[in-house]
């Protein structure tokens, strides 16, 4: 019983073309982020929203857009994708925003741009 | 500007040996410390924290020490198991934002039997 689920796991596809990655989880977080892991594999936030509210956008092309139709789903859709888009994304939760609490990641998706 | 750095990028040990994974930060707003496991295939999972007002955390066979001065961290894992074989990342955060942790690029542990 997966608690942060995200599909599709592995993607390829064409430069120019418009894709989605969808995230639910059934933790019953109030926060849910989209984390991106470069080739240098550093994990780095992009989104984060709360109850639906977008509360952080990092520095992310405007290509990138999240969609929260409830609190249980955060999904990822990215516009005109680019070679340096290729990356694994993960969806992740969390309780609360504040207090120290710790993430729960989604399995990640494999993102390969040709 | 790379706030959290995991300067080895593998570590080989032997089953039933400890293993230390350390971590350094740039940033003295962190107040909050974290370590994540990912087997391959699948996404970080939390291992162990400690926030600033202590220098040291045990749980099991897992305890992180916090130097604070030394913007330091390592994470210890005695006795090391082959089941331990993972990448491990250190993550570092404000206590009242820990959702947007700051991640090293992480380490590969290996275990061997």
């Known amino acids: 019983d997966t608690a942060v689920s995200q599909t599709p796991k592995y993607l390829v596809t064409q430069m120019g073309n418009d894709k989605s990655i969808k995230c639910e989880q059934n933790l019953g977080h109030d926060t849910m982020y989209w984390y991106k892991q470069d080739s240098k594999k550093f994990l780095k936030i992009m989104f984060s929203?709360?109850?639906?509210?977008?509360?952080i956008n990092e520095t992310v092309p405007n290509r990138f857009s999240p969609k929260s139709p409830d609190k249980a789903h955060l999904n990822l859709h990215i516009n005109s994708l680019e070679l340096g888009d290729s990356a694994v994304y993960f969806c992740?939760?969390?309780?609360?925003?504040?207090?120290?609490?710790?993430?729960?990641f989604g399995e990640g998706s494999w993102l390969t741009v040709v | 500007d790379q706030q959290v750095k995991q300067n080895s990028p593998s570590l080989s040990v032997q089953e039933g040996r400890i293993s230390i994974l350390n971590c350094d930060y740039t940033?003295?707003?962190?107040?909050?410390f974290l370590w994540y496991k990912k087997y391959p295939a699948e996404g970080p999972t939390f291992l162990i924290s400690?926030?600033?007002?202590?220098d040291k955390n045990e749980d099991g066979r897992f305890t992180v020490f916090l130097n604070k001065s030394a913007k330091h961290l390592s994470l210890h894992i005695v006795p090391s198991q082959p089941g331990d074989s993972a990448v491990y990342f250190c993550?570092?955060?404000?206590?009242?934002?820990?959702?947007?942790?700051?991640f090293g690029d992480g380490t590969t542990l290996t275990v061997k039997p």
């Open positions: 940033n003295s707003m962190f107040d909050y």
């Open positions: 929203y709360n109850n639906k509210e977008l509360i």
């Open positions: 992740a939760s969390s309780p609360l925003r504040v207090a120290g609490n710790t993430i729960y």
């Open positions: 400690i926030s600033s007002i202590k």
């Open positions: 993550a570092a955060s404000v206590w009242r934002d820990a959702g947007k942790s700051t």
